[in-house]
């Protein structure tokens, strides 16, 4: 594979990675795990905010990555790392605490309040699809200090009722997270293939604040479990640039 | 105090049918070697823990060596299902298997307070999950503060098995890079095996690296290249390849199997 040209239009996939890395420019740590969230950090790193820590699960703090790692354990993030940690360290000490900004989570299924699941699919001792499971999202859900949830934009995922509760968003509604004694924010947004929801202010549920460019706002309501609210002032996230996504078809093409 | 053998000799030493046995390497360092060699010499009614199965406990679930499983994320890293895990729990193939399951952080303290020998550990964490309701996990207040907080109980297995890049020939080992959760592993449980790529005449100190003494140490056996599909920093890299392979191939029982048989339970295999 070699780097596309500009000029070929961007995919959903493309567009959702572009706004995830627009969201890291202030940030100063994020917390990513593989896939999507780790290309847009990288992405981020190399556009918006050259000083951004990395910090993947594996315990690898300030990973400097050139390449999309396959796996949050390869070589070079702990090559390229400023500082290496066990699992009990990056979890009590680097984690709990709330010493990183940002988190990305993805999910199989989330809800209105932006509960996730990773857990099961049906009823948990017969399931029907067996999940891998809750891995460090709760504990990174309740502490970092925002929460980007990316996940693609189906009836599927996005559910009127979860089928396991693996990571709270908002669990019930206002006051939950404070009630459980969370440190962090919660979630900030929910990047998907087709727009951004951002939790409304005092209802905490999501609402859709942006649709990705020829997206249309039916489009959204459709792939959405529940009555899908939506922002008096809908906006269109600004197309990616040129220079966006000739960094992201380079980076991809490594 | 740890005692230098070759790998059939330390497996058949330390693990015992039934037994209770964490494998550990969290993406790094993952002891596949003598994974293998617990099936090449039919263990069976293990109790498997490890907090990220990988395709090692794959292997071994699909072979119906595990009666339970202790773990916080069953998935193949950067792909995407365990199949032999998956339908070991879907539809009981080959065997039924006995699930507990927590977070990260959650395993993670559970072998912190195993190391330290205390019966439990206390966090913050699972509040507000549906874990609360499946896992072993109990609130406990701060009895300075009050605070609400949570309890795990330790993880004591009886035998620990990692895999590190070097030993000595009096059984001290050195291991490096992403040191994941293996140091509480090894001292959390009462017996250990440590595979390594390599046995020196003398440990070269590294910075940054996790030293565990002979003393702690139970059976120290050579297996070069013994992490391979993960890998050891600095000697043997990752075999993305061979992850992709797998969620190919082990989709199909019989696939599998077959796979099994030809590459990891035949005589020539590994040896």
């Known amino acids: 594979m070699s780097a596309e040209p500009t000029g070929a239009e961007p995919t959903a996939a493309e567009v959702q990675t572009v706004v995830a890395a627009r969201r890291l420019r202030r940030a100063e740590s994020v917390f990513i795990g593989v896939g999507r969230p780790s290309t847009a950090a990288i992405l981020a790193r190399q556009l918006h905010n050259p000083e951004l820590v990395l910090v993947y699960e594996s315990g690898t703090i300030g990973a400097k990555p050139v390449h999309i790692p396959l796996s949050i354990g390869d070589g070079e993030l702990a090559e390229t790392a400023d500082l290496i940690v066990s699992v009990p360290e990056m979890f009590n000490y680097w984690i709990g605490p709330g010493r990183i900004d940002v988190a990305f989570l993805g999910a199989a299924q989330v809800d209105r309040y932006a509960n996730l699941n990773s857990t099961v699919i049906g009823d948990y001792e017969h399931p029907r699809t067996r999940l891998p499971g809750a891995g460090g999202a709760p504990e990174i859900a309740a502490s970092c200090g925002e929460v980007i949830v990316i996940a693609p934009h189906t009836q599927r995922t996005f559910v009127r009722k979860l089928d396991f509760r693996t990571t709270v968003g908002f669990g019930d509604g206002p006051g939950c997270r404070e009630r459980l004694g969370f440190r962090g924010a919660g979630p900030t947004a929910v990047i998907t293939d087709l727009g951004v929801l951002e939790p409304h202010p005092e209802t905490k549920q999501l609402v859709l604040t942006y649709v990705h460019p020829g997206v249309e706002q039916a489009e959204v309501s459709e792939a959405t479990g529940w009555e899908l609210e939506i922002a008096a002032e809908l906006r269109t996230t600004e197309p990616p640039t040129d220079a966006e996504l000739v960094a992201l078809r380079e980076l991809v093409s490594r | ?271």
């Open chain 2, 1 to 271: 105090m740890a005692e230098l053998m070759s790998l059939p000799d330390a497996v058949a030493a330390v693990v015992g049918d039934g037994d209770s046995v964490a494998l550990e390497g969290f993406t790094h360092l993952i002891p596949f070697a003598a994974g293998h060699e617990l099936m090449r010499q039919g263990r069976t009614e293990l109790e498997l823990i490890r907090m990220t199965p990988d395709l090692i406990y794959d292997q071994l679930i699909g072979m119906g060596v595990a009666r339970r499983l202790v773990f916080s994320y069953g998935g193949n890293p950067g792909v995407g299902s365990l199949h032999r895990f998956r339908d070991a729990i879907e539809h009981d193939w080959p065997r039924a298997v006995e699930i507990e399951e927590h977070s990260h952080a959650g395993m993670a303290n559970r072998y912190v307070a195993g190391a330290a020998r205390l019966p439990f550990a206390v966090m913050r964490g699972y509040v507000g999950t549906d874990l609360v309701g499946r896992t072993q996990v109990a609130e406990i207040a701060c009895p300075f503060t009050g605070e609400q907080l949570v309890a795990v109980p330790a993880l004591t297995p009886e035998v620990a098995i990692i895999h590190a890049q070097e030993a000595d020939r009096r059984g001290n080992v050195q291991l490096w890079g992403i040191p994941g959760v293996q140091k509480e592993a090894v001292l959390a449980a009462k017996r250990s095996l440590v595979t390594v790529e390599r046995i020196v005449d003398e440990l070269e100190p590294r910075p940054g690296a996790t030293v565990l003494p002979n003393w702690v140490i139970d059976a120290v056996a050579a297996a070069p290249g013994g992490s391979r599909p993960s890998y050891s920093l600095g000697i043997t890299a990752r075999d993305n390849d061979f992850y992709k392979f797998w969620d190919e191939l082990s989709r199909d029982r019989d696939a599998f199997v077959a796979w099994m048989n030809e590459h990891v339970l035949s005589e020539m295999a590994h040896r």
